[in-house]
């Protein structure tokens, strides 16, 4: 059962973390023995423990994307898992339900750039705290090798001549290079990924951002107003 969720907003680079007011719960609290409040409070834990690892990250390496790039948001957007798109809308209609409800209309946006890009935020995201899981490991996680060892390589958009500032190119490092250089290595993204999957096991497939959203904002509706809160 979902005992009143605060949702936490991951701090990365100058965009500040935030939490909840106690009177941003409705939406939340009224879905609370739903299957899809209990997926929110499970989605809701593992971005707070993935923003605690990430904050390790950046407080021992003081690594961060530097301030208003935001390129790995164009010509991309993310797909959703099940569990992640239920997330989203659940934010979405607690924070911006107009852009919930525009969401339900056609959107025959032929742009490759997220349609939650603003160019005008520093953090580029205009629903920064309920971005999912790929748009918050991007430059901020390891992966494994084929021969099942740790490494790390830098953002392909990090510049040149700032990664030199920490002794660092464009290439792969092992887990122990990287510690060397930097002191840590960030959380492994296929760990973080497996935790995201068992959320919801029976669908674990994925689809795009635009296309999943508005299917589960009229299921949510549709709930919101079975409870009679619309």
């Keep these: 059962m979902l005992c009143g969720i605060f949702i936490f907003c991951a701090a990365q680079n100058s965009c500040k973390s935030l939490t909840w007011a106690k009177s941003m719960e409705s939406v939340f609290e009224n879905l609370k023995d739903t299957c899809e409040g209990k997926i929110a409070a499970e989605i809701e834990k593992l971005y707070a423990e993935l923003e605690k690892q990430q904050s390790d990250w950046y407080k021992k390496t003081k690594f961060t994307c530097h301030s208003g790039c935001g390129m790995c948001c164009h010509n991309f957007e993310p797909d959703l898992t099940e569990a ?100 840590e290595v960030p959380p492994a993204m296929s760990d973080i990924m497996a935790q995201a999957m068992a959320v919801s096991p029976e669908n674990k497939s994925t689809e795009p951002l635009r296309k999943i959203l508005p299917r589960k904002i009229q299921h949510i509706f549709f709930l919101l107003k079975c409870c009679g809160n619309v």
């Design 84 to 183: 992640e798109a239920n997330f989203m809308v659940l934010w979405l209609i607690q924070n911006q339900r107009q852009t919930a409800e525009k969401l339900l209309e056609e959107n025959e946006n032929s742009s490759k750039t997220c349609i939650f890009f603003n160019a005008e935020n520093d953090c580029h995201c205009s629903i920064y705290g309920a971005r999912p899981f790929i748009c918050r490991l991007f430059g901020a996680s390891s992966f494994y090798s084929k021969n099942h060892s740790l490494v790390w390589r830098p953002c392909k958009f990090y510049p040149e001549e700032k990664l030199s500032d920490f002794g660092l190119s464009h290439r792969q490092y092992s887990k122990d290079m990287a510690k060397k250089i930097l002191g």
